[in-house]
């Protein structure tokens, strides 16, 4: 992975933009992977399939990451929707390794 560590005002064309944004994108879809792993891994630790749903939970972090976005400048709609996904995916994936498990 090729990082420069360009500012975004530091970048000379549309190359130098791309291969930041391309290094960002990198970086943030490990940082997702990672995230899944330990979703896989708190599927130990629940006691029925309620618990790996945790809907309390779920809507404590949506609200979060609302509020974390709006800290970033991001429009905080965008960001819930897209941490709603994931988040629906994960606990389908979570929900899967709990039920082999049990």
Avoid at 15 to 22: A, G, N, Q, V
Avoid at 46 to 73: C, H, I, Y
Wanted: net charge neutral; hydrophobic share 40%; with cysteine.
């Amino acid at each position: 992975m090729n990082i420069t560590n360009n500012q975004p005002d530091e970048c000379q064309d549309m190359t130098d933009i791309r291969r930041e944004i391309d290094a960002i994108d990198r970086l943030v879809i490990a940082l997702i992977g990672r995230r899944f792993k330990y979703v896989q891994a708190a599927a130990r630790f629940k006691r029925n399939p309620t618990d790996v749903a945790s809907p309390e939970r779920f809507k404590a972090m949506l609200a979060e990451r609302r509020s974390w976005a709006q800290a970033e400048g991001l429009c905080p709609d965008a960001i819930e929707k897209m941490y709603a996904d994931l988040v629906k995916h994960f606990i389908a994936e979570e929900l899967k390794t709990w039920k082999a498990n049990h």
